[in-house]
């Protein structure tokens, strides 16, 4: 395991300069291997971004992201009772830690008290994993799902 301690202060400005320079996180995990010959995980690399403090650029996959959870406007119906669809119900959650195969993931409870699993994979791609197969949220839990999703993603990607 690699961490921020191992790294000397010559090195910690180093990784910065690449980060400056435009560098991803994989990048930083390359150069760390072929630069300084440390065998770096990605987790390893995640850990040293987090513990340096480090603003990675936004590149065209985390745009790609911000427009698939960019909740479309969707005016709300009253129902029978005049209570508003669509209005709140929903709760998400983000994952301390991405799920394999995902940038970022977490839970979702709908409206009818439904659960399931989301997640946002590498290529940018949401999905969605109800606890109860073959389930559908409606139109309206989905809209609040994005609204939800886009609080909890602000400032993470």
């Known amino acids: 395991m690699v961490n921020v301690s191992d790294l000397s202060s010559e ?9 400056a320079g435009g560098a991803q996180m994989a990048d930083v995990q390359r150069r760390l291997n072929e630069d300084f010959g440390f065998k770096a995980t990605y987790m390893d690399t995640r850990f040293i971004s ?26 709300e119906e009253p129902d ?45 791609r949401p999905s969605i994993d109800p606890d109860q197969p073959g389930y559908q949220p409606s139109e309206a839990d989905l809209v609040s799902f994005q609204e939800e999703l886009k609080g909890l993603l602000d400032g993470q990607v």
């Open 80 to 124: 029978l009772e005049g209570e508003k669809r669509g209005g709140g119900g929903v709760s998400a959650s983000l994952d301390q830690v991405a799920r394999p195969g995902s940038m970022v993931s977490g839970t979702v409870t709908f409206s009818d008290g439904m659960k399931g699993l989301w997640l946002i994979d590498e290529m940018g």
């Open 50 to 75: 987090l513990d340096l403090e480090l603003d990675f650029q936004v590149n065209e996959r985390e745009a790609k992201i911000e427009e698939v959870i960019e909740a479309p406007q969707v005016e």
């Open 11 to 19: 090195q910690v400005e180093e990784v910065k300069g690449w980060v």
